[in-house]
């Protein structure tokens, strides 16, 4: 056993010394889902700065399915980039390619969490609700209703990949409850995102934002917002229910930079903004059941469980006192890339 784990660091070693190809595939487009996504368009840039990095991608949905352009993309690239390994952000390129090419090495990004979105739907369960059912009943939930064939695809996908990258908190915790995973899962909060410089928190505007990709997202909990909305002013933006639909990502960062506080109704995602919002020295809001709190000051976080409307306003104004600072110090972007590329190396090695 010994002799194995020392041919395994000295394989690493040696992996070390070369520049590793890595292929990134994601369903989002050459523009990479737009101004929202901002997170993978940050980091395939910051990767290819440690890497021999290709991209290949084209918009694809669940319902369609990978269409031929993109799998002729994606075979051309397999056989003449020929890659040391794939990074694969979106459960249904993911499976295409353990289906259709089983032998290459797989790092998957778990952008999206089919298994916890069908839970969601079918079960109206928070995390916090979550963790009070049965692994198998989860899974009994998760495989009913119209969105078990993305749940079985899912499942698949993280049976045979090698590694799989998430962000830190209850969702990987549910992750290995739901699929019987552990070793292969590795929690990386991925903050490579781009803010300006913090204006200091005295100096900030007395305003809360809530801001979502899209609040018709049933994860995103607009309902709530709009209950906490009736009785205090919060500047909203997002698509399908902001007052402000859309804003170049620039530009929200200014905003945001020059707001005290971000509210987060959220039920799950929004992790990106919430992110952003620590960086410029906002102080966040959330509630309790809401899975990614590995940095946020624990007093600003909800107790759901009474008022969460006026538990909501109070803590609002609380957090518009003083600073609050994160929890834990928030990793820089080249820790994080190096995390990433270190998992993926890993992986090459041959055992």
């Not at 979105?117 to 939930?141: C, F, H, T």
């Not at 009736?230 to 902001?242: F, T």
Request: hydrophobic content about 40%.
């Amino acid at each position: 056993m010994q002799k194995k784990k020392q041919k395994q660091e000295i394989s690493l070693l040696k992996n070390m010394e070369k520049k590793l190809k890595v292929l990134f595939l994601h369903p989002f487009g050459k523009d990479c889902g737009g101004n929202w996504n901002h997170r993978l368009q940050k980091q395939a840039q910051l990767m290819s700065e440690k890497c021999d990095l290709k991209i290949v991608s084209q918009h694809t949905s669940p319902q369609d399915g990978i269409g031929s352009i993109f799998k002729a993309q994606i075979k051309d690239a397999i056989n003449n980039f020929n890659p040391d390994v794939l990074y694969i952000n979106g459960f249904v390129v993911a499976y295409y390619v353990i289906i259709n090419y089983p032998k290459i090495k797989i790092v998957y990004d778990l952008g999206s969490f089919i298994g916890r979105k069908a839970i969601m739907e079918q079960a109206k369960l928070n995390y916090l609700g979550m963790e009070l059912v049965s692994a198998k009943d989860l899974r009994e939930i998760a495989g009913a209703g119209y969105t078990s064939r993305f749940y079985e695809m899912e499942k698949e996908v993280i049976k045979k990949v090698d590694a799989i990258i998430c962000w830190e908190g209850k969702e990987a915790d549910l992750l290995r409850r739901l699929y019987g995973v552990s070793d292969k899962v590795k929690e990386i909060s991925m903050i490579v995102h781009e803010t300006p410089e913090p204006i200091p928190f005295e100096k900030k505007r007395d305003r809360a934002m809530a801001i979502a990709a899209k609040w018709s997202d049933r994860g995103k909990n607009i309902r709530l917002l709009k209950q906490v909305e009736a009785r205090y002013q919060i500047m909203r933006v997002g698509k399908n229910g902001g007052k402000i639909q859309f804003l170049e990502h620039s530009i929200l960062m200014q905003e945001l930079n020059r707001s005290k506080v971000l509210f987060c109704p959220f039920i799950c995602g929004g992790i990106g903004i919430v992110l952003e919002a620590l960086k410029c020295g906002c102080n966040v809001v959330a509630y309790d059941w809401y899975p990614f709190n590995a940095y946020l000051n624990k007093e600003l976080i909800i107790d759901s469980s009474d008022k969460p409307v006026s538990m909501a306003i109070s803590t609002i104004i609380k957090a518009m006192g003083k600073y609050y600072p994160p929890k834990k110090e928030l990793p820089k972007a080249n820790e994080v890339i190096n995390s990433i590329l270190n998992v993926c190396r890993k992986i090459t090695i041959k055992t």
